[in-house]
């Protein structure tokens, strides 16, 4: 089992930046991703960045160049720096943890924290 706590959410202003973090506790095995995803309220839940344990990074092309996800191997965290945020960023966001163990991956799931873009 993995436990996700996440923190650092809350309202910001259209231009502002959020930084937002997530703790891993339990057994997380060497093959691993973590990362951010982020569900608006009527639409699916979607990918914001992830890295995994080789050191690789993904984002999707809307939030490309303007958010950060960086990891702390040693106390397994995951941070998400989010700059120039716009509205449109305005969801709850979930830490995800991908782990792989025999063989076979496992999906643990952060509580959310909610950002909001508005003025």
């Known amino acids: 089992q993995v436990q996700l706590v996440e923190s650092g959410g809350g309202l910001v202003q259209p231009g502002g930046s959020l930084r937002l973090s997530c703790a891993a506790s339990?057994?997380?095995?060497?093959?691993?991703?973590m990362g951010w995803y982020r569900q608006a309220p009527g639409k699916q839940r979607e990918l914001v960045a992830n890295?995994?344990?080789?050191?690789?990074?993904n984002y999707p092309d809307s939030v490309k160049g303007r958010f950060t996800i960086s990891r702390d191997r040693v106390k397994n965290t995951v941070t998400l720096q989010m700059n120039s945020l716009k509205p449109e960023d305005t969801a709850v966001y979930f830490c995800?943890?991908?782990?792989?163990?025999?063989?076979?991956?496992?999906?643990?799931w952060g509580q959310g924290t909610q950002v909001t873009v508005s003025s």
């Open positions: 995800n943890v991908k782990t792989l163990q025999s063989g076979r991956w496992y999906d643990y």
């Open positions: 339990g057994s997380i095995f060497s093959n691993n991703v």
């Open positions: 890295t995994a344990s080789t050191g690789s990074t």
